[in-house]
T-cell receptor, first 111, second 111 residues
Framework: SQTIHQWPATLVQPVGSPLSLECTVEGTSNPNLYWYRQAAGRGLQLLFYSVGIGQISSEVPQNLSASRPQDRQFILSSKKLLLSDSGFYLC??????????FGPGTRLLVL | GENVEQHPSTLSVQEGDSAVIKCTYSDSASNYFPWYKQELGKRPQLIIDIRSNVGEKKDQRIAVTLNKTAKHFSLHITETQPEDSAVYFCAASISGNQFYFGTGTSLTVIP
């Protein structure tokens, strides 16, 4: 069966520091991969999605970037965090035409 | 692009009553409509989905209806229980590649 992992689970970072969040999927190949951000009590904001290695689509221009160095690995990065980057970051995967499944999430607090 | 609207944003019902959450979408090409339940601090979990070739789908106390002509779909929960309390998200997708989410409904079931 398929499994999606995210780490770290929680992270506290100072403003201006870099960020790297990792997501990996097991048990499937060539998945579509997604990064979402959820502010406290809010909806899901799509940040990036990828249909293959090295193929990244950005939905919201900001100080975040994403990379997909391997088929089942998706990384979310920032060179300098802002206070507004705080939130719950969710990675998700799907196979074309099928359901999207979410990872356990990373809770990021920027101070 | 697709635009999904969800109503109401908050909903309180007495235990045992029914709850209905409604969503509308804008892109007639959307053909897959999942519903997710998100408990506090957890990841969204798929609870039911429907494809555009079907008008209604049921799974025990949960049902989803789809009106393609009017471009709206609804989640129905019957005989609500306290453990149904959560935030519910609808989504629309074109062939399961990109997913567009509603803004969420916070459901509270009062014992």
């Amino acid at each position: 069966s398929q499994t999606i992992h995210q780490w770290p689970a929680t992270l506290v970072q100072p403003v201006g520091s870099p960020l790297s969040l990792e997501c990996t999927v097991e048990g499937t190949s060539n998945p579509n991969l997604y990064w979402y951000r959820q502010a406290a009590g809010r909806g899901l904001q799509l940040l990036f999605y990828s249909v293959g290695i090295g193929q990244i689509s950005s939905e919201v221009p900001q100080n975040l970037s994403a990379s997909r160095p391997q088929d089942r690995q998706f990384i979310l990065s920032s060179k300098k965090l802002l206070l507004s980057d705080s939130g719950f970051y969710l990675c998700a995967w799907s196979q074309s035409g099928k359901t999207q499944y979410f990872g356990p999430g990373t809770r990021l607090l920027v101070l | 692009g697709e635009n999904v609207e969800q109503h109401p944003s908050t909903l309180s019902v007495q235990e045992g009553d029914s709850a209905v959450i409604k969503c509308t979408y804008s892109d007639s090409a959307s053909n897959y409509f999942p519903w997710y339940k998100q408990e506090l601090g957890k990841r969204p979990q798929l609870i039911i989905d429907i494809r555009s070739n079907v008008g209604e789908k049921k799974d025990q106390r949960i049902a989803v209806t789809l009106n393609k002509t009017a471009k709206h779909f609804s989640l129905h929960i019957t005989e609500t229980q306290p453990e149904d309390s959560a935030v519910y998200f609808c989504a629309a997708s074109i062939s399961g590649n990109q997913f567009y989410f509603g803004t969420g409904t916070s459901l509270t079931v009062i014992p």
